[in-house]
């Protein structure tokens, strides 16, 4: 299992430190926090990425958090997947 966690629906006001916070709640141990940005405003896209210390942690986290409010806003807390490959860049298929 990843300890990694995708951390959905969060308010866009959100800071890192306050995800921390709610993240080591219970003991739990935090690794490292990422809101993701807009590349061009730098503006919060409303989730992010929580990697826990140790898998134990990870599943706990998502037990005790997942679907609970922040803010009024349901949370989405789940393990993270790899984005799959998009294969390489530029490549055209077919004939033109």
Known sequence: MSKKLFVGNIP????????RQIFEADGREVARVTIVTDRDTGRSRGFAFVEMATEEDAKAAVAALNDTEMEGRPMRVDIAHDKPGRGRGGERRGSY
């Not at 866009?12 to 995800?19: A, I, S």
């Open 12 to 19: 866009y006001n959100t800071t890192e430190d306050r995800l």
